[in-house]
């Protein structure tokens, strides 16, 4: 029986450190990273009656935490811990590898003291190691958020014995280790790096027992037809992120399989409010009237899409669908230009790469030219694509449509997802151009509101609505195409590919 998987790849991480940008913004490299990292808790898997898979986030699966418990006054957090969970390097978890890990996020500054922020922990000072087993978090304000923030791959959980060993007085967090050689509690560690592949091996003694897959190598391979050509040959066995399109033809090889999971973020259309007359927000809430949502989804997705009906993803468990006011309605979308005495104009809009994107981008001109709105379409090539993050303005035109070109997300939470793109200030990740003051108050009260949190996630959605600056068409499909043979295969919508799970036949 063969031991060993070869996946096709045309590009390999740099940085194997999630709290570095370069680490954790390469969408393969936070797949890796969770297979020799794990984390305390993750998401389960669900497969719906469409044959479709998707994350349950309400239904959390214990991982390196076997329980957690609210305080009374829900303003602590207290997770035990498995015994008897060793590193690559044979030292058993402990409460001080988890608080050790959170430390270094808040002395970097960077995405794990994001996640903590908007999970409601103020400080490295409110983690405290209860005994070897046990650890708790003091939040500032009551927060349900943090076992789902806590599957997140930053603060990620290290073997801190490890890490402190490859320390200096000039690196005292050991990033520049820890940017080349995991050092984690997972199933795989890193065996080689090249330019050409990313080997990861089994670890011998992991927790939850032997490993079928001995060995995983991610080769890279020049273009995206040539892996697509080694999987079709058999010189590789699974190949991540196929369009739609290679996916159906795909389906026609016998030896091969290809299965669909849903993965943010999805297809959205981006309003810029700064920009005349889209300031005016009857003009947004016209052209959200405008849109042929339906026709997308049958059009650029074939019908293999579902609607998307809030910033939040489909699968939170704050997600509102029922607020949400827009439809296909020419008629609405005509009053609303009158009432605005807007008679047309003419605008651009910037369509990122992602599967079905140009095709819906046309429809979208199509249906716009009804309301006298000339659109005029630019390709964001994927080379020339800019990291949204950072950007001093992440709308890249007056209207943008941002598709699933990735994974996306990692955390379902709804003070996560709405604070990433339209918090308050530094909370806010990609800036795009809105400052919702009554919005940014009802995110604040999100994270205070304890039991209360659906509600005022609820009242939060409905302000972003109503303001119509970003309009969700449908929700992003991800295709994976496999060998018939590789059996137990499970892709989650969050980043992360669990090679711990395949076998082969």
């Given at each position: 029986?063969?031991?060993?998987?070869?996946?096709?790849?045309?590009?390999?991480?740099?940085?194997?450190?999630?709290?570095?940008?370069?680490?954790?913004?390469?969408?393969?490299?936070?797949?890796?990273f969770q297979n020799c990292y794990e984390q305390l808790t993750s998401p389960t898997c669900q497969i719906g009656?469409?044959?479709?898979?998707?994350?349950?986030?309400?239904?959390?699966?214990?991982?390196?935490?076997?329980?957690?418990?609210?305080?009374?006054?829900?303003?602590?957090?207290?997770?035990?811990?498995?015994?008897?969970?060793?590193?690559?390097?044979?030292?058993?978890?402990?409460?001080?590898?988890?608080?050790?890990?959170?430390?270094?996020?808040?002395?970097?500054?960077?995405?794990?003291?994001?996640?903590?922020?908007?999970?409601?922990?103020?400080?490295?000072?409110?983690?405290?190691?209860?005994?070897?087993?046990?650890?708790?978090?003091?939040?500032?304000?009551?927060?349900?958020?943090?076992?789902?923030?806590?599957?997140?791959?930053?603060?990620?959980?290290?073997?801190?014995?490890?890490?402190?060993?490859?320390?200096?007085?000039?690196?005292?967090?050991?990033?520049?280790?820890?940017?080349?050689?995991?050092?984690?509690?997972?199933?795989?560690?890193?065996?080689?790096?090249?330019?050409?592949?990313?080997?990861?091996?089994?670890?011998?003694?992991?927790?939850?027992?032997?490993?079928?897959?001995?060995?995983?190598?991610?080769?890279?391979?020049?273009?995206?037809?040539?892996?697509?050509?080694?999987?079709?040959?058999?010189?590789?066995?699974?190949?991540?992120?196929?369009?739609?399109?290679?996916?159906?033809?795909?389906?026609?090889?016998?030896?091969?399989?290809?299965?669909?999971?849903?993965?943010?973020?999805?297809?959205?259309?981006?309003?810029?409010?700064?920009?005349?007359?889209?300031?005016?927000?009857?003009?947004?809430?016209?052209?959200?009237?405008?849109?042929?949502?339906?026709?997308?989804?049958?059009?650029?997705?074939?019908?293999?899409?579902?609607?998307?009906?809030?910033?939040?993803?489909?699968?939170?468990?704050?997600?509102?669908?029922?607020?949400?006011?827009?439809?296909?309605?020419?008629?609405?979308?005509?009053?609303?230009?009158?009432?605005?005495?807007?008679?047309?104009?003419?605008?651009?809009?910037?369509?990122?790469?992602?599967?079905?994107?140009?095709?819906?981008?046309?429809?979208?001109?199509?249906?716009?030219?009804?309301?006298?709105?000339?659109?005029?379409?630019?390709?964001?090539?994927?080379?020339?694509?800019?990291?949204?993050?950072?950007?001093?303005?992440?709308?890249?035109?007056?209207?943008?449509?941002?598709?699933?070109?990735?994974?996306?997300?990692?955390?379902?939470?709804?003070?996560?997802?709405?604070?990433?793109?339209?918090?308050?200030?530094?909370?806010?990740?990609?800036?795009?151009?809105?400052?919702?003051?009554?919005?940014?108050?009802?995110?604040?009260?999100?994270?205070?509101?304890?039991?209360?949190?659906?509600?005022?996630?609820?009242?939060?959605?409905?302000?972003?609505?109503?303001?119509?600056?970003?309009?969700?068409?449908?929700?992003?499909?991800?295709?994976?195409?496999?060998?018939?043979?590789?059996?137990?295969?499970?892709?989650?919508?969050?980043?992360?590919?669990?090679?711990?799970?395949?076998?082969?036949?």
């Amino acid at each position: 029986m063969r031991r060993s998987l070869i996946v096709a790849v045309t590009d390999l991480p740099t940085c194997w450190d999630m709290e570095h940008p370069a680490g954790f913004r390469h969408e393969l490299g936070a797949d890796l990273f969770q297979n020799c990292y794990e984390q305390l808790t993750s998401p389960t898997c669900q497969i719906g009656e469409d044959g479709v898979r998707r994350s349950d986030w309400q239904r959390l699966r214990p991982d390196l935490a076997e329980a957690w418990w609210w305080s009374d006054d829900r303003r602590t957090w207290t997770f035990r811990l498995r015994r008897g969970v060793c590193s690559a390097a044979g030292h058993e978890l402990s409460a001080e590898d988890v608080r050790w890990g959170w430390e270094r996020a808040f002395a970097l500054r960077d995405i794990g003291k994001w996640v903590a922020l908007v999970s409601s922990v103020p400080d490295a000072a409110a983690i405290e190691v209860l005994d070897r087993f046990t650890i708790a978090f003091h939040l500032d304000a009551p927060n349900s958020a943090l076992p789902r923030t806590l599957a997140q791959c930053t603060p990620a959980v290290y073997d801190s014995a490890v890490a402190r060993a490859a320390a200096s007085p000039d690196d005292p967090w050991a990033s520049r280790f820890l940017a080349r050689t995991p050092a984690g509690f997972g199933p795989y560690t890193l065996a080689s790096h090249s330019e050409e592949a990313v080997v990861l091996r089994a670890v011998s003694h992991w927790w939850r027992g032997p490993l079928a897959i001995e060995e995983a190598v991610f080769q890279r391979f020049p273009s995206r037809a040539e892996a697509i050509a080694a999987l079709q040959g058999g010189a590789a066995h699974l190949l991540l992120g196929v369009s739609g399109e290679e996916a159906a033809d795909l389906r026609q090889q016998p030896h091969l399989r290809v299965v669909v999971a849903e993965t943010p973020p999805g297809l959205a259309l981006h309003l810029d409010p700064t920009e005349p007359p889209l300031e005016n927000v009857l003009v947004r809430r016209a052209i959200a009237h405008a849109l042929p949502y339906r026709e997308i989804i049958a059009t650029a997705f074939l019908g293999a899409a579902r609607r998307w009906k809030s910033w939040l993803q489909p699968e939170n468990p704050a997600y509102a669908p029922d607020l949400w006011p827009y439809e296909e309605d020419l008629a609405e979308a005509r009053r609303l230009l009158a009432a605005a005495g807007c008679s047309g104009f003419a605008t651009r809009l910037a369509v990122l790469p992602g599967d079905g994107a140009l095709l819906a981008a046309q429809l979208i001109a199509d249906a716009l030219a009804r309301l006298d709105i000339s659109v005029t379409i630019e390709e964001v090539s994927g080379q020339s694509r800019r990291d949204l993050v950072g950007l001093a303005k992440a709308n890249l035109a007056p209207l943008m449509l941002r598709a699933g070109a990735g994974r996306g997300h990692r955390v379902y939470d709804p003070i996560y997802t709405l604070m990433h793109d339209f918090g308050p200030g530094r909370m806010r990740l990609v800036r795009y151009a809105y400052d919702g003051q009554e919005l940014a108050t009802a995110l604040r009260a999100i994270a205070a509101a304890g039991d209360d949190w659906e509600r005022e996630a609820r009242r939060a959605q409905a302000i972003l609505n109503a303001d119509a600056v970003v309009i969700p068409l449908c929700w992003s499909h991800f295709y994976v195409a496999y060998h018939r043979d590789l059996t137990g295969y499970r892709w989650y919508p969050d980043n992360r590919i669990r090679l711990a799970d395949l076998a082969w036949r």
